[in-house]
């Protein structure tokens, strides 16, 4: 999309002025989403996250065994294999798979959603600065950034999470530390190219100050690019999550986490395949749903992925 500063000034006629004035940006808009809705691929993605949000939402609502989130323990009951009672069967302690895989998605969308607000503002702010001010203050920010990018990032949150210790928050704390050099990489090779556009000289020319220029003018106008990136972070920071808690320094027990499910489960295969099965399906299809809607924002937002309609 073409850049432009998303400012409205009121006495210029104000929303409807403005659109007539943006009429080239709304016609992209509906071409974009045009495109969205012929993607198959894309609208089974959408379908299958806001599935996965209704489950999140309204889960503990409606799941048959709720109490086997917080440490129930129901022994007469251990590894019942799945029946109309218990649709995935029961763990070593007879507790409902079901209901815990359930009550899981809201731990993993949660833990997912701060995990990118905290790398967004840690990498948009410091990539923004750095690409907006260059000079010394570009050579710091980017060479930190690619310290941090030198090492895997799975491997850099291991570390911190068992220096830490184990434990949901410590390893969101841990994946949020090694997610923001990638955006600060994209912001400031974005903002690198947009401060010398007409829009920015112009809010220059008026007396604008930097930080007035920068998130008020050039950020805003990297938002399609952020989106699309955080579209296909989140499955992916959800499933590291789980490899977090499937080595034994994320979620314990009896957090209901998908990653420690397939953990403990794994120690009772293949005779009791239904503990490790479910939770590990469950994050196959959070993250090909992330991976298809992201393809599909992309599509709308990304000009250098569009094609003609």
Known sequence: ??????????????????????????????????????????????????SLVGVALTGPWWVPHPEDATGALHISERFQPPSWEHPFGTDEVGRDVFSRVVLGTRISFQVGAIILIVAITIGVTLGGMAGYFGGWVNEVIMRVTDIMLTFPGIFLALAITAALGPGVRNAML????????????????????????????????IGAGHARILFRHILPNLLS?????????????????????????????????????????????????????????????????????GDGLRDVLD?????GV
């Open 1 to 50: 999309m073409t850049s432009r500063s998303f400012s409205l000034d009121p006495r210029r006629g104000g929303w409807a002025q403005w659109r007539e004035e943006h009429r080239s940006w709304w016609e992209e808009w509906r071409r974009g989403i045009h495109r969205f809705r012929r993607s198959r691929l894309s609208m089974v993605g959408l379908v299958m996250v806001l």
């Open 225 to 293: 690019a952020i989106i699309v990136k955080a579209s296909m972070d989140i499955g992916f920071a959800i499933l590291n999550l789980a490899a977090l808690g499937f080595i034994g320094v994320g979620a314990q027990q009896p957090t209901p986490e998908w990653g420690a499910m397939v953990a403990f489960g794994r120690r009772f295969l293949p005779h009791y395949w239904w503990y490790s099965t479910f939770p590990g399906l469950a994050m196959f299809f959070t993250v090909f749903g992330f991976n298809m809607l």
């Open 174 to 205: 841990a994946l949020s530390i090694t997610w923001w050099p990638g955006y600060a990489r994209l912001v400031q090779a974005q903002v690198l190219s947009a401060r010398e556009e007409d829009y920015v000289e112009a809010a220059r020319a």
């Open 303 to 307: 000009p250098q992925s569009r094609h």
